[in-house]
């Protein structure tokens, strides 16, 4: 009972933060809509993707995940099993799994591998155990991992629906890959983990006096944002997108404890964005829990901002990435 799969990072243009205080904190169920972008890494080594293998066996005698082989135990293991045991239970099935997973990029700089890991552990892990799920059901699943692992299911442009319950929440697509003409240019100026996960940040975003306009305003936002989507307004999704991003991180700097992932680069590039904005390229940036910046753009203006983004001296490197189609089953496993 072996399977393996492909899902791609993503990028949120409306944030989720912070878990809804009415339910489970381990259901991951947001406390607003978020909307994200799933990115295809243009370069040939990086396409910002995870491939997953699961077997299920009676050869097995204990539940064994390895990421970039590492073994992994406690609170990461727990989280791969919150995502596996509910599919062990619907499919009725006792085996101890070995699940080996690998990221073509670098894990926990804020590039969200757990969105594009925990997406392609549910979609290996249910088709291993023969469980026929709608995407939409997949997408509870992966949730339970990481929240926004939920998004990752779909490409394109994405929304997730907070819902009210494990099986209301869940994402869907806005558009496809070739719907929507958005591309991202990512800088990043720090690549190593961060001290704080969004897993453990998201416990004490409600601790803001802030939270509480950031979430109404997320959900006009979200709103307003899929409609600048679908009407193909790029200006309104990157004003909305920059906005948005503001406000969480707003509340992170404000939280007890307070997260301050910005590193003084963080807002040098800022700086730059807006000034690349007002004198050659329409651009806008958004940054997740983390230093690096990603910058959106039109798909005709990426290599042109790239090469401005690579030239400022506190750039380490870039990458590029246009959205990726959905994540899906493959037959070409890691073991
Ligand atoms: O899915 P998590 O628990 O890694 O949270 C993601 C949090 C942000 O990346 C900051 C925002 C988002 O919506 O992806």
Known sequence: MKSSAIAHSNIALIKYWGR???????LNIPSNDSISMTKLGLSDDIHLQTRTTIDF???????????????????????????????????????????????????????????????????????????????????????????????????????????????????????????????????????GKKDVTSDVGHESAYTSPFDRVRISKSQEQAKDIEKAILDDDFSEVGKISEENCKYMHAVMMTSNPPLFYWHPNTLKLIKSIQRIRKESLECYFTIDAGPNVHCLCRHKDIYELEKKLEEMECVDKTIIARPADDSYVTREHLF
């Not at 809804?20 to 381990?26: A, Q």
């Not at 990481?146 to 997730?160: L, P, T």
Request: aromatic share 8%; net charge negative.
């Open 20 to 26: 809804s205080r009415d339910h489970d904190p381990n």
């Open 57 to 191: 066996s009676d050869i097995y005698e204990e539940d064994t995940a390895i990421l970039e082989g590492e073994v992994l135990t406690e609170r990461r293991l727990e989280r791969i099993l919150r995502v596996v045991n509910p599919l062990r239970k619907i499919a009725n099935i006792g085996y101890k799994f070995k699940m080996m997973s690998e990221n073509d990029f670098p894990t926990q700089a804020g590039l969200a591998s757990s969105a594009s890991g925990f997406a392609a552990l549910a979609i290996a892990a249910a088709d291993a155990l023969g469980i026929d799920f709608s995407k939409e059901e997949i997408s509870t699943i992966a949730r339970l991992g990481s929240g926004s692992a939920a998004r990752s299911i779909h490409g394109g442009f994405v929304y997730w629906n907070k819902g009210n319950s494990h099986e209301t929440s869940f994402a869907r697509q806005i558009c496809g890959s070739d719907e929507f003409d958005m591309s991202v240019v990512i800088a990043i100026i720090h690549e």
